[in-house]
């Protein structure tokens, strides 16, 4: 708990020289992982284009991994974070890696899907997830728990599991794809369209990402481990570092969460800053072009929204969706 105030009085530091003067500003902060990750980028680019629109003054905090970055929303350390949304529910209801329900975290909008998978050097010759069957595979996640259910559900999802690998205690995304980088590993997982992953590429001469099984005993499997992942294909793009074909890759959805302490009109000006400027957003972080306030609303199970994103929405006549 010291390394969440010490981190919260990091931001509040930060908050003076953003402030720029003005004592009445408040500095409202996002919880992400460290640097490198993707949620960490898109909560950068979010954040510098709420700033410019009046939509808070929004500082960026990195933490550990996604438990930490979950007990600081719940505990008012943090106002916002962005996380898979299946994790968002396992810690509401303090199970999966949860030791305890965390009952103040709300969902403020679905962001994008965010299709993720492990990946290896491209003069590997593997191709699928399950060509890893007796390789190094990074384990263990201990700062970055979401990952074991993930990873777990990608090998079965393609035929092996775990135990059919030789796992490598890993602790967190960014020191998973060092660990490929020399060699510790003979595959990485990540984000598609991770900064990282372009690192990486560039530092062993080229990646790939593995394809894994889409059809309906796979989605059984990878929903075994949690209930909304799902599967979506993934097309080359220069920011998609790996994928050199159309391939189908789990997904999860990415949403934006917030603690109940926050108030309405803070999330509803959040809000309206992420998605009237849209385009901006999109241009400074080409993998948030899903954003769209027409899907950003989804009725996801055991999770509530924040009252400020359900005033948001009601106001701008969208209704709540299904989940995939």
Known sequence: MGRLFSARFAAAALAGCLASGNASAQVEAIATPPAGSVWNTMASVIAAEARKADGGRLVVQPYGGNGQMMQAVNDALAEYSLNDINDVITAVSGTGEYSAPMPNLRVVARI???????????????????????????SGWEAFPLNRPLVGALLEADGISYDEVIGVPMPELIRGADALVSGQTDAAFFAVGGPKVAEVSASVGGVRFLEVASDEAALAAVRRHRPTYYFSEVTPAPVRVGIEKPIMMLTWDNV???????????????????????????????????????TAYVDYPGV?????????????????????
Do not use: C, W
Not at 113 to 127: C, E, N, W, Y
Not at 279 to 291: E, F, G, K, S, V
Not at 304 to 324: D, L
């Open 112 to 138: 994008n899907p965010f299709p993720v998978g492990l990946f290896v050097r491209a003069d590997s010759g593997m191709t699928r997830v399950s060509d890893l069957k007796g390789m190094r595979v990074p």
């Open 304 to 324: 509530e929204y924040h009252p400020g994103a359900e005033a948001f929405f009601a106001e701008r006549g969208v209704a709540r969706t299904p989940t995939n």
């Open 256 to 294: 934006l969460v917030v603690g109940a302490h926050v108030p309405d009109e803070q999330v509803k000006a959040l809000l309206a800053a992420i998605f009237d400027n849209r385009d901006a957003i999109m241009a400074a972080y080409p993998p948030l072009a899903a954003l769209n306030v027409e």
